[in-house]
């Protein structure tokens, strides 16, 4: 069975800052991994999504790689803002129903 | 190009009454997933559709959950007979017709959010 830890559960930074956030994962059989962003009271939106064989993916101001051998996979935003702050949740699919983690969530104050 | 649509957004429902969640899923998609997340907790998977096929409910409660995906219209997740337990956010996801198997992008609506008195 799939288990999905992410790490930190929360983060408070001064905006401007550069961070990483941290998914691992216990079994490294999976098709993809997606990053989602969720604002209080809202649903998922997707942030980057990377396939079994890709070692990560590029979208302006984030990055994140996956490690399937270690099982993990990072989430890197530089220059973070204020409006960065969200709950970050990693999704692992290892068939077609994704397992995810609970989230980090992100504050980044003025 | 509208999204994965959720109706209705936030829906109130005294002990034992029934409520029923709808999904649109985005044009062109004929995959649906339902999730429930709970305060607090993470989200987890509760069924995946496909057009008039359930195929898969292993993360649905055995008893007054129910869910369908008609050849026309939207998905519809049933709850009978509601308990205070049952109040959380449930989400909608949609992904296209699979390319290869699990490597699709899924797309999520805003929810709905159950609150049961």
């Known amino acids: 069975k799939q288990e999905v830890t992410q790490i930190p559960a929360a983060l408070s930074v001064p905006e401007g800052e550069n961070l990483v956030l941290n998914c691992s994962f216990t079994?490294?059989?999976?098709?993809?991994l997606q990053w989602f962003r969720q604002d209080p009271g809202k649903g998922l939106t997707s942030l980057l999504l990377i396939q079994s064989s890709q070692r990560e993916q590029t979208s302006g101001r984030l990055n994140a790689s996956l490690d399937k051998s270690s099982g993990r996979s990072t989430l890197y935003i530089a220059a973070s803002q204020p409006g960065d702050s969200a709950t970050y949740l990693c999704a692992l699919k290892g068939s077609y129903i994704p397992t995810f983690g609970r989230g980090t969530s992100l504050i980044v104050h003025p | 190009n509208a999204g994965v649509m959720q109706n209705p957004r936030h829906l109130v429902r005294r002990r034992g009454q029934e409520a029923r969640l709808r999904c649109s899923p985005m044009k062109g998609h004929s995959h649906v997933y339902w999730y429930r997340q709970l305060p607090e907790e993470g989200l987890k998977f509760m069924v995946y559709l496909q057009k008039e096929n359930i195929i898969d409910e292993s993360g649905m409660p055995k008893e007054r959950f129910s869910a369908e995906f008609p050849k026309e219209g939207p998905s519809i997740l049933r709850i009978q007979q509601v308990v205070r337990g049952d109040s959380a956010a449930y989400f909608c996801a949609s992904s296209p017709p699979r390319l290869a198997r699990g490597q699709n992008e899924q797309f999520f609506g805003p929810g709905t959010r159950l609150t049961v008195l």
């Open positions: 079994d490294s059989a999976i098709y993809n």
